[in-house]
C-alpha cells in the first residue's frame, strides 16, 4: 500500500468523522435556554408550566402543584399531543435551527465513506467471506441448480468436515442434501462427494437412507453405462464391508433375479448375475432367490 494509498484512506476517515459531527450538531443539536418543552412532541409549555429563577429542576412549579390554599390536581396536558407533562417529565431548553449544518455533514460523511470504501474495496473482495456463513445456507447452496454452486458448497463444507467445524446438529440436514443432489443430477461417476456418503451410509438415519438405496438400485437397473457402473461400485462396497442389512440384500436379489428374467442386456446385467451366484446360497437371501441363481447359473 503506497502512500498515495494510506492518504486518501486518512483523508477518507476523517472526512467521515467530520461528516458524523456535522450531522450529530445540525440535526440534533443540543439544548439551549430554559424554555419548557413537551417531551413528546417538543411543544412549548410557556404560561402551562411556570419556573421561578432557580437553576434546580426540582423547584419548577405549575399552576396545578397544590398551595397553602389550593388542593392538588392532576399534572399539565400537551395542547398540542395531550402527553401528561409535569415539573420532572418535562424538557427544558430548545433546539437551536441548524439543518443546513447537518445536510452539509451529510454530503461530507457521504464523500468520506466513498474514499474509504475504495480504498478497502480491494482488500474486501479478497476476504473469504462464504466461510462465515451459517452452516445451513451453505447447506442450502448444496441444492444449487447450478453445478458449480453445489461444487463451491461442498468444499466450504468439506473444510468444515476437516477443521471439526462443522456442527453434527446439523449432519442429518447434510446428508438428506448431498441424497437430494444425486437424485436431481443423477451423475453417480463424479466423486462431488469424495466418498462421503460410503462412508456415512451405517450413519444414515433410516428414511435418507432408503433413497439412496433406492436411488442405486434404479441405477444399477437403468440403460445408462455411466451411472450403472458407478452404482455397481457402490453396491460392490457395501456387500463387501456387509453393510447392507437383510431387508436390502433382498430387495437387491429381487432386483436381480428381475433382470435376469427379462433378459434385457442392461448395463449392470453382469452385476446382478455375479450377486446371484456369489450370494444366493447366502442364509440371508430367500429360498427362491437362491433356486433362481442356481437356474440361471445352470443355464450360462
Same mark, same amino acid.
Given at each position: 500500500?503506497?502512500?498515495?494509498?494510506?492518504?486518501?484512506? /486518512? *483523508?477518507?476517515?476523517?472526512?467521515?468523522?467530520?461528516?458524523?459531527?456535522?450531522?450529530?450538531?445540525?440535526?440534533?443539536?443540543?439544548?439551549?435556554?430554559?424554555?419548557?418543552?413537551?417531551?413528546?412532541?417538543?411543544?412549548?409549555?410557556?404560561?402551562?408550566?411556570?419556573?421561578?429563577?432557580?437553576?434546580?429542576?426540582?423547584?419548577?412549579?405549575?399552576?396545578?402543584?397544590?398551595?397553602?390554599?389550593?388542593?392538588?390536581?392532576?399534572?399539565?396536558?400537551?395542547?398540542?399531543?395531550?402527553?401528561?407533562?409535569?415539573?420532572?417529565?418535562?424538557?427544558?431548553? *430548545?433546539?437551536?435551527?441548524?439543518?443546513?449544518?447537518?445536510?452539509?455533514?451529510?454530503?461530507?460523511?457521504?464523500?468520506?465513506?466513498?474514499?474509504?470504501?475504495?480504498?478497502?474495496?480491494?482488500?474486501?473482495?479478497?476476504?473469504?467471506?462464504?466461510?462465515?456463513?451459517?452452516?445451513?445456507?451453505?447447506?442450502?447452496?448444496?441444492?444449487?441448480?447450478?453445478?458449480?454452486?453445489?461444487?463451491?458448497?461442498?468444499?466450504?463444507?468439506?473444510?468444515?468436515?476437516?477443521?471439526?467445524?462443522?456442527?453434527?446438529?446439523?449432519?442429518?440436514?447434510?446428508?438428506?442434501?448431498?441424497?437430494?443432489?444425486?437424485?436431481?443430477?443423477?451423475?453417480?461417476?463424479?466423486?462431488?462427494?469424495?466418498?462421503?456418503?460410503?462412508?456415512?451410509?451405517?450413519?444414515?438415519?433410516?428414511?435418507?437412507?432408503?433413497?439412496?438405496?433406492?436411488? &442405486?438400485?434404479?441405477?444399477?437397473? *437403468?440403460?445408462?453405462?455411466?451411472?450403472? %457402473?458407478?452404482?455397481?461400485?457402490?453396491?460392490?462396497? &457395501?456387500?463387501?464391508?456387509?453393510?447392507?442389512?437383510?431387508?436390502?440384500?433382498?430387495?437387491?436379489?429381487?432386483?436381480?433375479?428381475?433382470?435376469? %428374467?427379462?433378459?434385457?442386456?442392461?448395463?449392470?446385467?453382469?452385476?446382478?448375475?455375479?450377486?446371484?451366484?456369489?450370494?444366493? %446360497?447366502?442364509?440371508?437371501?430367500?429360498?427362491?432367490?437362491?433356486?433362481?441363481?442356481?437356474?440361471?447359473?445352470? /443355464?450360462?
Amino acid at each position: 500500500m503506497t502512500w498515495i494509498s494510506w492518504t486518501v484512506l /486518512g *483523508g477518507g476517515i476523517a472526512l467521515t468523522l467530520l461528516g458524523l459531527r456535522l450531522v450529530r450538531t445540525g440535526l440534533w443539536p443540543r439544548r439551549v435556554g430554559r424554555t419548557l418543552h413537551c417531551p413528546k412532541c417538543d411543544y412549548v409549555l410557556t404560561g402551562l408550566i411556570e419556573k421561578d429563577e432557580h437553576d434546580d429542576p426540582s423547584y419548577w412549579t405549575t399552576m396545578y402543584e397544590p398551595t397553602g390554599d389550593r388542593p392538588a390536581e392532576p399534572p399539565v396536558r400537551c395542547p398540542e399531543c395531550g402527553t401528561r407533562v409535569s415539573t420532572r417529565t418535562a424538557l427544558r431548553g *430548545g433546539r437551536p435551527n441548524r439543518k443546513l449544518h447537518g445536510y452539509i455533514g451529510l454530503v461530507v460523511l457521504l464523500v468520506g465513506l466513498l474514499l474509504v470504501g475504495l480504498r478497502l474495496s480491494g482488500y474486501l473482495r479478497h476476504v473469504a467471506w462464504y466461510q462465515v456463513k451459517p452452516t445451513s445456507w451453505v447447506i442450502d447452496d448444496l441444492r444449487s441448480k447450478e453445478p458449480l454452486g453445489a461444487r463451491d458448497a461442498w468444499v466450504e463444507i468439506k473444510r468444515r468436515l476437516d477443521a471439526n467445524q462443522f456442527p453434527e446438529s446439523q449432519r442429518i440436514g447434510l446428508d438428506r442434501a448431498m441424497v437430494d443432489v444425486l437424485a436431481v443430477y443423477q451423475d453417480w461417476s463424479q466423486p462431488l462427494f469424495d466418498g462421503y456418503l460410503r462412508d456415512r451410509f451405517l450413519q444414515l438415519d433410516p428414511e435418507t437412507r432408503r433413497k439412496l438405496f433406492d436411488q &442405486l438400485l434404479t441405477q444399477i437397473s *437403468g440403460p445408462y453405462y455411466l451411472t450403472a %457402473a458407478a452404482a455397481e461400485g457402490w453396491l460392490e462396497g &457395501l456387500i463387501s464391508r456387509d453393510e447392507l442389512s437383510l431387508e436390502e440384500h433382498r430387495q437387491l436379489a429381487n432386483m436381480a433375479r428381475k433382470s435376469l %428374467a427379462s433378459r434385457s442386456a442392461l448395463p449392470g446385467y453382469a452385476f446382478l448375475s455375479r450377486y446371484l451366484r456369489e450370494h444366493g %446360497a447366502a442364509d440371508r437371501l430367500p429360498d427362491n432367490h437362491r433356486r433362481a441363481a442356481g437356474e440361471r447359473s445352470a /443355464g450360462n
